[in-house]
């Protein structure tokens, strides 16, 4: 009888482990923050991003991509967010990775902001400020899908912005629809990253852009890359006024008021991408394999 016993508790406790690793080989998450000022943020097993959301309205920041650097395949999202509950700030690494990347009013990594034609200034963006409100709509244990809504009020334009991520990859998709007075309108955007005031080496090949730059002890791969048949022309915007400067890609949007375009980065310190000629070939072939 004991030894029935004994072997009914160890398949118990092989269950369980077979449980556990079962819940470890979820690779993705995305969810809402209300907890951190209503954060929206995503991951898979490279990277992971935030937005910022309504409770931020009135801050500086806008409708940048915020980049957090990990080098764990496992996610970090929820036990981030959690320690910064209990005063562990997920600004300092402590092992994981950590999110010293600076965002602002800027593009941050991936943003997209309608584009001023007719502005005198270099800096022709006109950015929507925070997502107005989210929708997931897939997780799996190897893809996320979600939507963020924006408005831009003095244009009367709205934006519906779908975000695709999967497992294994550094960038995730977007796909923007943009609307005025619930019909489609085709308009000029601008797709691109931050440069950090000039900080980042910049550049573009074709329908792509990328960064590098070094951020404490390590260096920081950012970029974008549009489909071969979108035509776009690069842009990059050196200004003094703080968070305005960025490598972009002009594009339109076609006559339904949609573009597609990836976004992303790779953290040297993550140990796969280590240097800036990878992180171009990574961009430059991308496309080929999605």
Same mark, same amino acid.
């Given at each position: 009888?004991?030894?029935?016993? #004994?072997?009914?508790?160890?398949?118990?406790? +092989? &269950?369980?482990?077979?449980?556990?690793? @079962?819940?470890?080989?979820?690779?993705?998450?995305?969810?809402?923050?209300?907890?951190?000022?209503?954060?929206?943020?995503? %991951?898979?097993? #490279?990277?992971?991003?935030?937005?910022?959301?309504?409770?931020?309205?009135?801050?500086?920041?806008?409708? &940048?991509? $915020?980049?957090?650097?990990?080098?764990?395949?496992?996610?970090?999202?929820?036990?981030?967010?959690?320690?910064?509950?209990?005063? +562990?700030?997920?600004?300092?690494?402590?092992?994981?990775?950590?999110?010293?990347?600076?965002?602002?009013?800027?593009?941050?990594? &991936?943003?997209?902001?309608?584009?001023?034609?007719?502005?005198?200034? /270099?800096?022709?963006?006109?950015?929507? =400020?925070?997502? #107005?409100?989210?929708?997931?709509?897939?997780?799996?244990?190897?893809?996320?899908?979600?939507?963020? %809504?924006?408005?831009?009020? *003095? !244009?009367?334009?709205?934006?519906?912005?779908?975000?695709?991520?999967? #497992?294994?990859? @550094?960038?995730?998709?977007?796909?923007?629809?943009?609307?005025?007075?619930? !019909?489609?309108?085709?308009?000029?955007?601008? +797709?691109?990253?931050?440069?950090?005031?000039?900080?980042? !080496?910049?550049?573009?090949?074709?329908?792509?852009?990328?960064?590098?730059?070094? +951020?404490?002890?390590?260096?920081?791969?950012?970029?974008?890359?549009?489909?071969?048949? !979108?035509?776009? =022309?690069?842009?990059?915007?050196?200004?003094? /006024?703080?968070?305005?400067?960025?490598?972009?890609?002009?594009? /339109?949007? $076609?006559?339904?008021?949609?573009?597609?375009?990836?976004?992303?980065? *790779?953290?040297?310190?993550?140990? %796969?991408?280590? =240097?800036?000629?990878?992180? /171009?070939?990574?961009?430059?072939?991308?496309?080929?394999?999605?």
């Amino acid at each position: 009888m004991k030894t029935v016993f #004994k072997l009914a508790f160890a398949a118990t406790l +092989i &269950g369980l482990s077979g449980c556990a690793q @079962q819940t470890s080989t979820h690779y993705v998450q995305a969810r809402f923050v209300p907890e951190r000022a209503d954060d929206f943020a995503f %991951e898979n097993d #490279k990277v992971a991003f935030r937005v910022y959301g309504p409770a931020l309205e009135q801050s500086q920041e806008n409708n &940048g991509l $915020d980049c957090w650097f990990k080098r764990v395949d496992y996610p970090i999202i929820d036990k981030w967010y959690k320690g910064h509950t209990e005063g +562990i700030s997920y600004h300092q690494d402590h092992g994981e990775g950590y999110d010293p990347y600076h965002v602002g009013s800027s593009l941050g990594c &991936g943003g997209i902001a309608l584009w001023d034609t007719n502005a005198t200034s /270099q800096d022709k963006l006109i950015q929507p =400020n925070v997502y #107005k409100s989210y929708k997931v709509i897939e997780k799996t244990a190897n893809k996320v899908v979600f939507e963020l %809504e924006y408005d831009y009020p *003095a !244009q009367n334009i709205h934006e519906t912005k779908l975000i695709t991520l999967e #497992k294994g990859n @550094q960038l995730f998709k977007a796909e923007s629809h943009f609307s005025q007075n619930g !019909q489609p309108i085709q308009v000029t955007v601008a +797709i691109g990253v931050t440069t950090h005031d000039g900080k980042a !080496q910049a550049t573009s090949q074709g329908n792509t852009v990328t960064t590098w730059e070094s +951020i404490d002890d390590s260096e920081l791969g950012t970029g974008v890359v549009l489909p071969a048949k !979108q035509k776009a =022309n690069y842009v990059e915007v050196k200004t003094e /006024q703080k968070d305005r400067s960025h490598a972009l890609l002009i594009a /339109q949007t $076609d006559a339904n008021g949609k573009i597609t375009y990836y976004a992303g980065f *790779a953290w040297a310190k993550a140990g %796969e991408i280590t =240097n800036w000629n990878d992180w /171009q070939n990574y961009m430059q072939g991308y496309l080929a394999g999605n």
